[in-house]
């Protein structure tokens, strides 16, 4: 990271010799990570975000990384569902989350009449099979 930023900040014309001193950077430690080619987990890691992407892209992005993770086998990639989820999150690839459906038990207009409280929150008789009660509320009608 910090190999990286001396770099970019280079070609601004700052000082070589003055950014390896703020950033506690040895010189020889800067030039080695310049000649350094990129490790075959990070290159492996690349290949596999563009599958990621072109799984998520087809998914419309619905597809979180368990999913994601099922497809990438199926096409014979050798990856773990925790490397995908993490290549996700660095990424900021996330899925679409379904909003739970609520349903609207009591819709009351002005004016409508109210049921009559015969009960009186009275919910015990002497007698079994005296008292009953429900709510239907939640069932559909051709009203709403």
């Known amino acids: 990271m910090r190999y990286q930023f001396i770099e970019e900040n280079r070609k601004c014309g700052f000082r070589l010799r003055n950014m390896l001193r703020v950033l506690k950077v040895s010189s020889s430690g800067y030039y080695q990570s310049r000649r350094r080619t990129e490790s075959n987990r990070i290159k492996a ?7 990621i992407w072109l799984i998520h892209n087809k998914s419309r992005h ?6 994601i993770t099922a497809m990438l086998r199926a096409q014979g990639m050798v990856c ?7 290549i996700m999150r660095k990424h900021n690839i996330q899925a679409k989350m379904r909003r739970k ?10 004016g409508d009449p109210v049921a009559q409280n015969l009960i009186q929150q009275r ?3 002497e007698r079994p099979n005296q008292l009953w009660s429900s709510d239907i509320t939640y069932l559909w009608t051709r009203q709403g």
Do not use: M
């Open 123 to 125: 919910f015990s008789d």
């Open 80 to 86: 773990g569902k925790n490397r995908v989820a993490k």
């Open 101 to 110: 459906y609520k349903i609207v038990t009591t819709r009351r207009k002005n």
């Open 45 to 51: 890691n690349n290949t596999l975000l563009e599958e």
């Open 62 to 67: 619905t597809y979180g990384s368990p999913r």
